[in-house]
């Protein structure tokens, strides 16, 4: 589907059901960069480490997704509504600033990138590991108790990123109506208190998910674990250090499978980098998924092709 139908195809539904067909379709593979202790620590862990989104390596990321929101506020809402639409909005990033505990992963669709040896991969010293994309999160957080881990799509097509922004802000619009009509009595913070449970989720989602079209490349899905619900830290953090900081992260589960229980990862394929030792690190590589429980020829290991020395 190219760019113009995928635009018209998330015009026809509510704000849920056009973010979650965003989503909906994942791939075979999605690759997690990492180096040798990372790839040791997940394989004989059986988590993932999701990483707070305030220590992630890109600052901007956030940034560039509050500027794309507050544009499409001011180009697409009427003046009436700008105001108070904007008290909303400072509510919800101010909130989102102070208490969001958001935990991300992130994978590529592609096993085998220059950009991502360089940034993630340890220069020499990095594998990408291909995990089963329908094991990774789940496709909403739940409805009680702690918040599951989700998987989305980043959104680089700035029109799709308009649109939907758009749909959020017209049907906050239309709950704002609804609930001067119904809830007279309310007073403005409770009414600020009720959409932020509506719409908030959405927020934090969209600043975690929508990234400058420069970086498409990519072609990035990630794993989201929401730490709060209700108002209440639910999960609560571990710490690393990483590069002179210490980094608040969490440990995320995979979704269950036949072959869990038994210890086997939903590990097809682990590249390794361009310029490591092949014969030494093959042969480590088949002695850890073989001591993990994997058998002969169950995870393909692949050396990188890319032409990229250090």
Same mark, same amino acid.
């Given at each position: 589907m190219n760019k113009s139908a995928k635009t018209r195809s998330v015009?026809?539904?509510? @704000?849920?059901e056009q973010w979650a067909t965003l989503h909906r379709k994942r791939p075979q593979l999605l690759f997690h960069y990492t180096n040798a202790q990372g790839l040791n620590g997940l394989m004989q862990s059986k988590h993932i480490w999701a990483t707070n989104s305030r220590f992630m390596n890109d600052p901007t990321e956030i940034a560039y997704?509050?500027?794309l929101i507050r544009a499409v506020m001011i180009a697409r809402t009427p003046n009436n509504k700008k105001d108070f639409l904007n008290k909303i909005l400072s509510q919800f990033l101010e909130e989102y600033d102070q208490n969001a505990k958001v935990y991300i992963a992130c994978f590529c669709m592609n096993g085998d990138l220059l950009s991502q040896w360089r940034g993630y991969g340890a220069i020499g010293g990095g594998y990408a590991i291909g995990f089963k994309a329908s094991q990774l999160g789940y496709p909403d957080v739940g409805w009680s108790g702690r918040p599951r881990p989700i998987l989305r799509k980043v959104i680089y097509d700035r029109k799709i990123q308009e649109h939907i922004i758009t749909t959020w802000l017209q049907e906050? *619009?239309?709950?704002? /109506?609804? *609930?001067? /009509? @119904? /809830?007279t009595t309310k007073t403005r913070d409770q009414?600020?208190? !009720?959409?932020?449970? !509506?719409?908030?989720?959405? @927020?934090?989602?969209? @600043?975690?998910?929508? =990234?400058?079209p420069a970086y498409q490349e990519e072609q990035e899905w990630r794993i989201i674990q929401f730490g709060r619900r209700g108002g209440e830290e639910v999960v609560k953090p571990s710490f690393r250090v990483s590069g002179g900081c210490v980094?608040?992260?969490?440990?995320?589960e995979f979704k269950a499978s036949k072959n869990f229980a038994d210890g086997i990862l939903p590990i097809e394929l682990i590249c390794y980098g361009p310029t490591l030792s092949t014969h030494t690190t093959e042969r480590s590589l088949h002695l850890l998924s073989a001591a993990l429980?994997? !058998? =002969?020829?169950?995870?393909?290991?692949v050396r990188s092709t890319v032409p990229f020395t250090t």
């Amino acid at each position: 589907m190219n760019k113009s139908a995928k635009t018209r195809s998330v015009r026809k539904a509510n @704000l849920n059901e056009q973010w979650a067909t965003l989503h909906r379709k994942r791939p075979q593979l999605l690759f997690h960069y990492t180096n040798a202790q990372g790839l040791n620590g997940l394989m004989q862990s059986k988590h993932i480490w999701a990483t707070n989104s305030r220590f992630m390596n890109d600052p901007t990321e956030i940034a560039y997704a509050i500027d794309l929101i507050r544009a499409v506020m001011i180009a697409r809402t009427p003046n009436n509504k700008k105001d108070f639409l904007n008290k909303i909005l400072s509510q919800f990033l101010e909130e989102y600033d102070q208490n969001a505990k958001v935990y991300i992963a992130c994978f590529c669709m592609n096993g085998d990138l220059l950009s991502q040896w360089r940034g993630y991969g340890a220069i020499g010293g990095g594998y990408a590991i291909g995990f089963k994309a329908s094991q990774l999160g789940y496709p909403d957080v739940g409805w009680s108790g702690r918040p599951r881990p989700i998987l989305r799509k980043v959104i680089y097509d700035r029109k799709i990123q308009e649109h939907i922004i758009t749909t959020w802000l017209q049907e906050i *619009s239309a709950s704002t /109506r609804l *609930s001067n /009509r @119904l /809830r007279t009595t309310k007073t403005r913070d409770q009414l600020y208190a !009720q959409l932020y449970g !509506q719409y908030g989720y959405f @927020l934090s989602e969209f @600043l975690n998910c929508f =990234k400058d079209p420069a970086y498409q490349e990519e072609q990035e899905w990630r794993i989201i674990q929401f730490g709060r619900r209700g108002g209440e830290e639910v999960v609560k953090p571990s710490f690393r250090v990483s590069g002179g900081c210490v980094i608040p992260f969490t440990e995320v589960e995979f979704k269950a499978s036949k072959n869990f229980a038994d210890g086997i990862l939903p590990i097809e394929l682990i590249c390794y980098g361009p310029t490591l030792s092949t014969h030494t690190t093959e042969r480590s590589l088949h002695l850890l998924s073989a001591a993990l429980g994997y !058998q =002969k020829g169950e995870l393909k290991i692949v050396r990188s092709t890319v032409p990229f020395t250090t």
